[in-house]
């Protein structure tokens, strides 16, 4: 048996995960689907110790954290305010203010509730590392950073972010988005592209020789050529006479970074480059389940379930770079 997503309103939520109990029962069944199996004995029953979260094996009396291999090892906040945050992480589409939910939440303090928002966006990221691009890829780059820098390529105050999202056509032969990425890097170079496209597996060719990208589409811009050039793919070049027009010419990657600049401007007001990652990671995750949105909080808990943690100290480390 393998994970049901519930479809939730707000209402169903609040009535649902109003108690630390039932959030540590709800994360149980989301970690073990099929019924708990101890990881030593094999054994199926065991009892759950509330206070320290952990379930005690009958058979063995193996001790196995609850939250262990989780973004919740070790935290010192209940669940059901972790709970409460992820919903609205999940849902909200113009993102949520942390100060705010601090408030909302009586988190004592503001540093527990960024780095709680930041490990919530590491399991956004983590869980869509694993999706790649295909097809026809609608690429482009983009700038962010402070108001009245120098706008565009060359800026040296803003941050370069290449931005693809994959197309498919319905089945009544109208062009939609599939998945969309982010990424920041130095340059908006072939190189950089190039790396862009391979980690989201565009240069894995599929055991019949058939490669997975097919074709770039981008405003022309000469790395784009290069990049489509060395990986025999067509390039079809947008020619924008008005910038303006960009929207309408490459409607899909300019609607994603549009999305991440509203989002980054209004609820964080603004966010530093060290960490301009993870919040267009996380308007990506929500973009690419923008068909499942009721059941965003359940798939959201799920990734948070399935991915390490991070710690404060790894955040803030000097030494994280922008990739090439």
């Known amino acids: ?3 049901r997503y519930v479809e ?3 209402l169903e939520f609040q009535r649902e995960f109003s108690t630390e109990e039932a959030c540590a029962r709800h994360l149980r069944e989301i970690r073990w689907p099929n019924g708990f199996k101890c990881p030593r004995c094999g054994d199926e029953k065991a009892w759950f110790i509330r206070t320290r979260k952990i379930l005690d094996c009958k058979g063995c009396r193996a001790k196995v954290s609850l939250t262990a291999g989780t973004i919740f090892h070790r935290t010192r906040t ?3 305010k972790w709970y409460w945050l992820i919903y609205h992480m999940a849902m909200d589409k113009v993102g949520v203010s942390i100060s705010e939910m601090q408030r909302i939440l009586a988190i004592r303090d503001y540093k527990t509730a960024w780095l709680m928002a930041h490990k919530v966006r590491k399991a956004m990221a983590d869980r869509d590392a694993q999706y790649g691009l295909a097809g026809l890829i609608e690429l482009d780059d983009s700038f962010f950073g402070p108001k009245g820098s120098k706008r565009g390529r060359g800026s040296e105050r803003k941050s370069t972010v290449l931005c693809a999202v994959s197309l498919y056509r319905d089945r009544y032969g109208r062009e939609r988005p599939g998945f969309a990425h982010m990424q920041v890097v130095d340059t908006a170079s072939a190189k950089a592209i190039e790396g862009f496209l391979d980690r989201l597996g565009c240069g894995v060719t599929t055991p019949d020789g058939r490669q997975l990208l097919e074709a770039i589409r981008s405003d022309g811009w000469k790395s784009y050529g290069k990049v489509a050039a060395e990986k025999a793919v067509t390039h079809y070049k947008v020619v924008l006479r008005d910038p303006k027009a960009a929207g309408k010419l490459l409607p ?3 609607r994603v970074i549009s999305n991440a600049k509203a989002v980054i401007r209004g609820a964080h007001r603004g966010v530093s480059e ?3 990652q993870s919040y267009l990671s996380e308007v990506c995750y929500r ?3 923008r068909f499942w949105e009721r059941e965003l909080f359940d798939r ?3 990734a948070c379930a399935s991915t390490e943690t991070i710690t404060y100290a790894k955040l803030t480390n000097p030494d994280r770079t922008i990739m090439n």
């Open 8 to 10: 939730r309103s707000l």
């Open 287 to 289: 973009f690419n389940r």
């Open 1 to 3: 048996m393998s994970t």
């Open 274 to 276: 060290k960490h301009l």
């Open 300 to 302: 959201l808990v799920q």
């Open 252 to 254: 899909w990657v300019h």
């Open 78 to 80: 209940p669940l059901v």
